[in-house]
């Protein structure tokens, strides 16, 4: 599975982006689908994840209220809506999967990965 991550950039605080992942491959409703971030100097942290089971989205607390993740089947396509942009939210964020598990968030856990997007929250 490749995957290719799109959408990041600049914004203010308050302002919204939307950050896609297209995968290449086939995602397979038993494979595990979430996105994460890494900011300078801190370790990759999971943002959300998927549970195909039994339809539930993760969020971290952080983002919890503000970011909105999706899919689109048809285009084997993510989506991470992110409203409310903060300066905390300033980082690289990735889209995984992975082939092992669902809903996970430990980054160890997942084995595909895209080439990360940058995103850079101003004051």
């Known amino acids: 599975v490749q995957l290719v991550e799109s959408g990041g950039g600049s914004a203010q605080a308050g302002e919204s982006l939307r950050l896609s992942c297209v995968a290449s491959?086939?995602?397979?409703?038993?494979?595990?689908v979430g996105w994460f971030r890494q900011a300078p100097g801190k370790e990759r942290e999971c943002v959300s994840t998927?549970?195909?089971?039994?339809?539930?989205?993760y969020y971290a607390g952080s983002v919890k209220g503000r970011f909105a993740a999706s899919r689109d089947d048809a285009k084997n396509t993510f989506y991470l809506e992110m409203n409310n942009l903060k300066p905390e939210d300033t980082a690289v964020y990735y889209c995984?999967?992975?082939?092992?598990?669902?809903?996970?968030?430990?980054?160890?856990?997942?084995?595909?990965w895209g080439q990360g997007t940058q995103v850079i929250v101003s004051t």
């Open positions: 995984a999967v992975s082939t092992r598990v669902q809903g996970a968030t430990n980054v160890g856990l997942y084995d595909s």
């Open positions: 491959g086939r995602i397979l409703r038993t494979y595990g």
């Open positions: 998927f549970n195909w089971i039994d339809g539930g989205i």
